[in-house]
């Protein structure tokens, strides 16, 4: 007999036989990892037991993100600004010979 590759055809099995057949487990996708950020004392209320303090909001590190490009696009429009206040302030004197032409 060919080993039973479902649940239910391992219960068939069985069913007929009276014997378990082995089974085995297959890994069929990614790991499913959960970040705990509070345990509350209720369901889904009450008071805290326990909070992750490492957690940080998804929110928060966007806000940082956006924060973070409105400082590089100030800074960069002072340096326009300084730019063109510089080629403002250069002044040429005027050529001598530029009428002898």
């Known amino acids: 007999k060919e080993p039973a590759t479902t649940a ?6 069985k069913k007929l036989t009276g014997q378990p057949q ?16 509070r345990i509350f004392r209720g ?3 009450g008071q805290t037991l ?21 400082e590089e696009y100030v800074r960069r429009k002072g340096a326009e600004r300084q730019r063109k206040r510089r080629k403002e302030a250069i002044v040429v004197p005027e050529d001598p010979l530029a009428h002898v032409f």
């Not at 239910?8 to 099995?13: G, N, P």
């Not at 326990?50 to 956006?66: C, G, H, M, S, T």
């Open 43 to 45: 369901s889904f209320g």
């Open 50 to 70: 326990w909070q992750n303090d490492e957690f940080v909001n998804p929110n928060a590190i966007r806000a940082l993100e956006k924060k973070k490009k409105g």
């Open 22 to 37: 082995a089974t085995s487990l297959i890994e069929i996708g990614p790991r499913f990892v959960l970040n705990p950020i």
């Open 8 to 13: 239910k055809e391992a219960h068939a099995q």
